[in-house]
Structure formats: structure tokens, C-alpha cells
């Protein structure tokens, strides 16, 4: 005859307390999620655009001329100030010499913007999400099937369309217009019977699968989904005041012109200066002219 074993009252207690306290015990944490207003994506993949789009134009024939780049036409365009800053790093890399100031330029740098903006398209091949409506006069409420794909694609696109205009600000003829120049940066993600994504894009360094890093075999790989590197990878190192004399005069030029600006700037005015007369124990003439302080002197030739 077999003998059932039996748990003792004591060990049941002690199973029971112990269930007890594991569960007056057990708690729960949150994390506080935010979003930005514009997605990261969206911004990689216009900056992207931008940089290959900035980096096809061929700056040559503005090297060694005092420019002044006009923002004024972009100024209601997505992200001007990062595409006027990748102008201004190109226009100084080929030899460019930056103005901050209209009046100091000689030549007037244009920009026109034809796109920058991003767009997408979805594909599903499953059974996408549906809303039944309500049935009056019957128990039946509106009701929603939520999406069940299968395979799910969805493919977003960054573009850059631009175009640069210099001129004479002295005459106003033209002295170079670099033609439009468009860029396309992408970013997809596909998902197979509900799980992924699989991202890649030229945004990029590397295809991941739900957000760990995957080798793709070379066949299979789309070379339109390389990240695509331009001007704005590299590091640049540039010389601060090269030896070229048309650079030189110009300093020359402008300190000479500080330092008559300081010189008028230290010089009082005339009612700021005391005039002598022959009330004044320094004088009996009463027809005594005024005595002006010289100001400062400051050689250009140091």
C-alpha cells in the first residue's frame, strides 16, 4: 500500500508567509519617454541630402575673392542655417574669403533652394488595420481589427535641390553660377510576420535587425543603401593667415581702417572740449582760439 506524504501545518505556513511578503515586496519602476517635435530620422536624412548636395558644387572660381553670402531667399526653408553653414565651410575650404558684412565683399554669393523636405511611402502585404461602425438598433458597437502584417516595408526619403549665384557687387555682372544640384538620402525598414525592423539607409553605418548590428552577404546588398559620406565627414585642417598678397593687402587694409575708426572713436567732440577765453586766468586775449587735444597716434607699420 502506498503512502501518500502530507506537508505538515508548519511548512505550510512558512510557504504561505512567504508568498506573502514576495508579493508585499514586488513593486514596479517607469521611465518617462519624450519625443522632439521633428524625429531624428527626419533630420539625418535632410542634413544628409545637404551635405551631398553642397558637397558636388565646385566652389574654384570664388577662391581668393571676398564674398558675402546672401541668406535672405532661404531664410523660410527647412534647416537654412545648417545648409548656409555647409556653404560658408566649402566656400572658405576652396579659398573663399569669408565676409561678415555685405560692405566689405566684393562679390555677392545667391542662394536658391528648389527642395528640402523629406517624404515616405508604406507597403503591407497582410491585412491592414479596420474599422467597423456601429449598428443601430442593435448591441453592436464600433469595432476595430488592428493591422496584421506579414511583410511591412516603409521607406522614407530626404531630398536637396540647390543652386548658387555670384555677382559684382561693384557693377552687378555675373561671375559664376554653379547649376542645380540635387541629393537623395533614404532610410528603410522592413519587418517579416511582425518582427524587426530591419533598418538601413544612407543615414546609416550599418544594417541592423530590431536594433542590433547584422551582416548583410554582399549580394544581397543594395549599394543605393551605403551610407553615403561627403565634405562634412572629413576633418579639415586649414592655415589661419596663408602668405598670398592679395590677402595680405586686404588685413593691411583693414587694420589701417580699425585704427581710424578707433581714432574717431577716442576724439572728443567739439562741445566735449574746453574752450579758452579771457575770463580764464590762462589767457588775457579775448580773441584766443580753442585748444584741441592731438589724438592718439597709432602706426600701421608695427
Partial sequence: MTQLKTISQPKNKIIILFTVCVLL???????????TNRTGTEQLLISNAIDNAV?????????????????????????YKYLAMALRQQMAANGAVICDKEEESDYIVEIRVGAIGTDRDDMLIGIPALT????????????????????????????????????????????????????????????????????????????????????VPEFLENKKDRY?????????????????????????????????????????????IPRYSADTPETSSANALPIYPMPPFTSTNQ
Fill in 25 to 35: 515586496a514586488g513593486g514596479c519602476g517607469t521611465t518617462k519617454w519624450s519625443d
Fill in 55 to 79: 558637397g558636388k558644387i565646385d566652389f574654384t572660381p570664388i577662391g581668393n575673392k571676398y564674398v558675402f553670402l546672401n541668406t535672405d531667399a532661404i531664410n523660410d526653408t527647412t534647416d
Fill in 132 to 215: 467597423f461602425p456601429s449598428i443601430p438598433g442593435t448591441n453592436f458597437t464600433a469595432s476595430t481589427i488592428p493591422e496584421i502584417p506579414f511583410i511591412k516595408r516603409t521607406k522614407q526619403r530626404g531630398v536637396a535641390k540647390i543652386a548658387l549665384f555670384a555677382y559684382n557687387k561693384h557693377t552687378g555682372r555675373p561671375l559664376w553660377a554653379s547649376g542645380n544640384k540635387q541629393s537623395e538620402s533614404q532610410a528603410r525598414n522592413l519587418w517579416f510576420a511582425g518582427t524587426g525592423p530591419l533598418t538601413r539607409g544612407t543615414i546609416y553605418d550599418e544594417t541592423t535587425f530590431a536594433g542590433h548590428t547584422v551582416s
Fill in 228 to 272: 553615403l559620406k561627403s565634405f562634412a565627414d572629413r576633418d579639415m585642417i586649414f592655415n589661419e593667415l596663408p602668405n598670398e598678397p592679395f590677402l595680405n593687402d586686404r588685413i593691411e587694409k583693414k587694420i589701417s581702417q580699425t585704427n581710424i575708426t578707433n581714432i574717431e572713436k577716442t576724439t572728443p567732440s567739439i562741445q566735449e
